[in-house]
């Protein structure tokens, strides 16, 4: 009954829904990916994005990585480096379409062959289509498998599709389990209340803990931090000396970390607040079952903090601004 209460009081556009279909959204975008020639002429890869937009590739990056043998280099600027040339393929995502940023530097890019990914079929000559009208952050799971099944196609990497396909009926029934009210995201979220968090994590995840962060501090309106392992322990670990009385703690852990990342996780047992760890048979069902939870805990933090979670004020006043002083 408080589920049910905090959502029809705060859960204004539905975002829940969206939250229990996010599989669906792998399967459209395995549906509906157009056909594309795989090419290898290229040397490196570059996706560039803001926001919401860019967390999927700093994702896939982390999976391509252990894939592919070519630079994946993830940018949110608005000037596109100098070394992009005829062996670039340029990946810029942006939901909307009209992300400033963004536009800026394709408008830079004389050279690269550029495959675009969002809603707005103006964004690139190329560019793969995906549902419009969600929130940027709630579009990830489209912009997410679209990405990868880009490079996938264009590099002539089919397992990149089994590997979604396989984890599609994973998604669906973490939906149902962390949809009930006595569930592991529930339950975190009861329990993250009153401080800040940590979200700590193995190299390989630091972009799902990036995504935690930002999802804590859109859904949640709640301030978050991330770090990673082995470089935390270069240098955040000093002030444990204290103790963690202003922080609560959540430890990501992967079955692909190293032996010293574990080592380090090990180590910190004694201040976690939460450990996570699911059995996959893939790294993108370890991605994404963990990317999941973590929106899931966000949003029940949401409402138990009495918030909207659809509500982005001061992002919107902020681009408010920014547009004023442009057209000024």
């Given at each position: 009954?408080?589920?049910?209460?905090?959502?029809?009081?705060?859960?204004?556009?539905?975002?829940?829904?969206?939250?229990?279909?996010?599989?669906?959204?792998?399967?459209?975008?395995?549906?509906?990916?157009?056909?594309?020639?795989?090419?290898?002429?290229?040397?490196?890869?570059?996706?560039?994005?803001?926001?919401?937009?860019?967390?999927?590739?700093?994702?896939?990056?982390?999976?391509?990585?252990?894939?592919?043998?070519?630079?994946?280099?993830?940018?949110?600027?608005?000037?596109?480096?100098?070394?992009?040339?005829?062996?670039?393929?340029?990946i810029p995502i942006s939901y909307s379409g009209g992300t400033k940023e963004t536009k800026r530097m394709i408008s830079q890019c004389n050279k690269c062959s550029i495959y675009g990914?969002?809603?707005?079929?103006?964004?690139?000559?190329?560019?793969?289509?995906?549902?419009?009208?969600?929130?940027?952050?709630?579009?990830?799971?489209?912009?997410?498998?679209?990405?990868?099944?880009?490079?996938?196609?264009?590099?002539?990497?089919?397992?990149?599709?089994?590997?979604?396909?396989?984890?599609?009926?994973?998604?669906?029934?973490?939906?149902?389990?962390?949809?009930?009210?006595?569930?592991?995201?529930?339950?975190?979220?009861?329990?993250?209340?009153?401080?800040?968090?940590?979200?700590?994590?193995?190299?390989?995840?630091?972009?799902?803990?990036?995504?935690?962060?930002?999802?804590?501090?859109?859904?949640?309106?709640?301030?978050?931090?991330?770090?990673?392992?082995?470089?935390?322990?270069?240098?955040?670990?000093?002030?444990?000396?204290?103790?963690?009385?202003?922080?609560?703690?959540?430890?990501?852990?992967?079955?692909?970390?190293?032996?010293?990342?574990?080592?380090?996780?090990?180590?910190?047992?004694?201040?976690?607040?939460?450990?996570?760890?699911?059995n996959s048979e893939n790294f993108i069902q370890e991605l994404l079952q963990l990317i999941l939870l973590g929106d899931y805990v966000s949003f029940y933090l949401g409402l138990l903090?009495?918030?909207?979670?659809?509500?982005?004020?001061?992002?919107?006043?902020?681009?408010?601004t920014l547009n004023s002083n442009e057209t000024n």
């Open positions: 009954m408080i589920m049910k209460a905090l959502l029809k009081k705060y859960d204004t556009h539905n975002l829940f829904e969206l939250l229990n279909t996010s599989a669906d959204h792998i399967v459209w975008s395995l549906k509906n990916f157009p056909n594309i020639r795989p090419r290898a002429k290229y040397d490196k890869i570059v996706i560039m994005g803001m926001g919401g937009s860019a967390i999927s590739g700093i994702i896939a990056k982390s999976f391509l990585e252990k894939i592919l043998s070519i630079p994946i280099i993830v940018l949110s600027q608005d000037t596109l480096p100098k070394y992009s040339d005829d062996k670039t393929l340029l990914i969002s809603t707005n079929s103006k964004l690139t000559k190329k560019v793969i289509i995906i549902p419009k009208g969600l929130p940027p952050r709630f579009g990830f799971y489209y912009l997410f498998s679209n990405l990868l099944l880009l490079v996938g196609r264009i590099f002539n990497i089919p397992d990149i599709e089994v590997h979604l396909r396989t984890t599609v009926e994973l998604l669906r029934e973490r939906e149902k389990e962390f949809s009930k009210k006595h569930s592991l995201p529930w339950e975190m979220a009861t329990q993250l209340q009153n401080k800040p968090i940590l979200i700590y994590a193995p190299s390989i995840l630091k972009g799902v803990a990036y995504r935690w962060k930002t999802q804590f501090n859109e859904n949640s309106k709640h301030f978050a931090f991330y770090n990673y392992f082995p470089e935390l322990c270069h240098n955040e670990i000093v002030p444990f000396i204290n103790g963690k009385q202003g922080f609560h703690l959540v430890s990501l852990r992967s079955g692909e970390e190293t032996k010293i990342e574990k080592l380090d996780s090990d180590f910190f047992k004694s201040y976690i607040d939460f450990e996570i760890e699911f903090k009495g918030v909207n979670p659809y509500d982005i004020d001061l992002i919107d006043q902020l681009k408010k």
